[in-house]
Nanobody, 124 residues
């Protein structure tokens, strides 16, 4: 199992923005699909967005389309989730996950490699 490290979470007011980063520990992301998930208290882990090695991306819940953007910088060996126009319902622990394949998936069980998560709280 490979390790990933998320950063960039925090407390932000509604309407604000955050950029989460996901960096691997000891391997390169170049040939991996990277996905972002989130889990709010009492809810199941939800796929948010995914990007494949060619930077083709998928965004899953309608609630974040147009507001969240996934990207990757292979030169920096880092993936990102840019979150704009944040809402209180976006409050959750956000995780990145990786799998060595070409196809994106928004299903948590399809990923064996996870980060520890970063808390995002949207509140006034």
């Amino acid at each position: 199992q490979l390790q990933l490290v998320e950063s960039g979470g925090g407390l932000v007011q509604p309407g604000g923005s955050l950029r989460l980063s996901c960096a691997p520990s000891g391997f390169t992301l170049r040939n991996y699909v990277i996905a972002w998930f989130r889990q709010a208290p009492g809810k199941e882990r939800e796929g948010v967005s995914c990007i494949n090695p060619s930077s083709g991306s998928v965004t899953y819940p309608e609630s974040v389309k147009g507001r969240f953007t996934v990207s990757r910088d292979n030169a920096k060996n880092t993936a990102y989730l840019q979150m704009n126009s944040l809402k209180p319902e976006d409050t959750a622990v956000y995780y990145c996950a990786a799998r060595q394949t070409y196809a994106c998936s928004g299903v948590a069980n399809d990923y064996a490699n996870w980060g520890q998560g970063t808390q995002v709280t949207v509140s006034s």
